[in-house]
């Protein structure tokens, strides 16, 4: 079981020291990964798709926040989604009513 901490910044004005100090008060021994300038799709995040390719089952994946994840709830369903089916948790330290564990997406409305 490992605990991986997923930072990410957009453009070259934003810093992604606060995601990664978050991450680590929470979860100190996370191993912290990090993306620069990714514009707003999921796809070419390459240390992203790195990191989906090694977490597994009971795994925990910490985000500082959702956005940090996906930007449309579409790509966030669909991702939220694969890691389910993964047995890999998710925590976003903004949005705790999100639940960490992995649960199907559905349940989320019942």
Not at 52 to 75: G, H, N, P, Y
Request: include cysteine; charge should be positive; charged fraction near 25%.
């Amino acid at each position: 079981m490992k605990v991986y901490g997923y930072c990410r910044i957009s453009t070259s004005k934003q810093s992604m020291e606060r995601q990664i100090r978050n991450i680590k008060l929470a979860y100190p021994d996370a191993v912290i990964v990090k993306e620069t300038y990714t514009g707003t799709i999921i796809q070419g995040r390459k240390e992203f798709e790195k990191l989906l390719k090694i977490v597994s089952t009971d795994d925990t994946l910490v985000f500082d926040s959702v956005s940090r994840m996906s930007r449309t709830a579409q790509e966030g369903y669909e991702m939220y989604q694969k890691l389910y089916n993964q047995g890999v948790s998710l925590v976003f330290l903004k949005e705790p009513h999100i639940p960490i564990f992995a649960v199907p997406f559905i349940q989320l409305f019942l």
